[in-house]
């Protein structure tokens, strides 16, 4: 089963400096039958207007992922923690028992991201804060693991909760699997236009999946791909 979420039908508020719309039911718009898929409880589309951003507020008990689309953001928290995280790469923070932190455009122009909760496996813990680049030519015309509830995933950025995230970029024509066995998946194209075991989707459509074993996509055009895999 793959439920198409068309970009346009998504909730969402427009503040000026930031548009933002939202795959699940989140701040003031709310739908019952979009509180989450799994553990994954939030997948914003955020577009923050240059020179503005979200100022220090506290977050606990969730595993968040910024995967930047244009731009760059910046990140700062009671931890003492900076950095700047460009398009393509991924920050991640595990709330824990608490933290506070800032998220900022310091760029010239628009940065544009995906803000993805995902609920822990384990509630309370240490907070904690990293960033890596995850350069797109090493996941042309196949997933790679960004983030990740997994050791086996040695070289994704951890996260504490069952589950992942891959990106793939496909060329128009070119196709990427995904292995999903028995567990759901929510996918989202940040870019381009594919089909998704035959479910056609435009740039920023979501698609929740749940009992396809196999997920194969098939670009239509040049596309960037993001998938969560979860319980």
């Known amino acids: ?3 198409r ?15 933002a719309k939202h795959h699940f039911s989140f701040a003031e718009y709310y739908d019952d039958e979009r509180m989450n898929w799994g553990p ?4 914003n589309d955020d577009e923050i207007a240059a020179g503005t951003g979200f100022p220090p507020h506290p977050h606990r008990e969730m595993e968040i992922i910024t995967y930047v689309r244009q731009g760059a953001i910046t990140h700062q928290d009671s931890l003492g923690n900076k950095g700047r995280t ?8 595990s709330a824990g028992s608490g933290i506070v932190h800032s998220e900022y455009n310091l ?8 803000q993805i909760w995902i ?11 990293g960033a890596k680049p995850f350069p797109k030519g090493d996941r042309a015309g196949r997933f790679v693991t960004l983030a990740s509830g997994y050791e086996s995933d040695a070289d994704a950025l ?4 069952d589950g992942r995230l891959v990106a793939a970029t496909l060329k128009a024509g070119d196709s990427a699997e995904y292995e999903l066995g028995n567990r759901r998946a929510y996918l989202v194209p940040a870019t381009g236009k594919l089909e998704v075991n035959g479910v056609t989707l435009e740039a920023r459509d979501g698609a929740a999946i749940e009992g396809e074993a196999v997920v194969t996509v098939t ?13």
């Not at 994954?40 to 997948?43: A, D, I, Y």
């Not at 760029?107 to 995906?114: A, G, H, L, M, Y």
């Not at 670009?219 to 969560?228: C, P, R």
Request: proline letters at 5%; a negative charge.
């Open 119 to 129: 609920l822990p496996t384990v509630r309370g813990g240490q907070p904690s804060w």
């Open 40 to 43: 994954l409880r939030v997948w």
């Open 219 to 231: 670009a239509l055009e040049d596309s960037e791909v993001i998938l969560v895999d979860v319980a």
């Open 5 to 19: 979420r068309p970009f346009k039908q998504l909730g969402g508020a427009n503040h000026g400096w930031l548009n």
């Open 1 to 3: 089963m793959i439920e």
């Open 158 to 161: 951890r996260i504490r909760a």
């Open 86 to 93: 460009e398009a393509g790469d991924v920050q991640v923070m």
């Open 107 to 114: 760029e010239k122009d628009v940065t544009k991201i995906f």
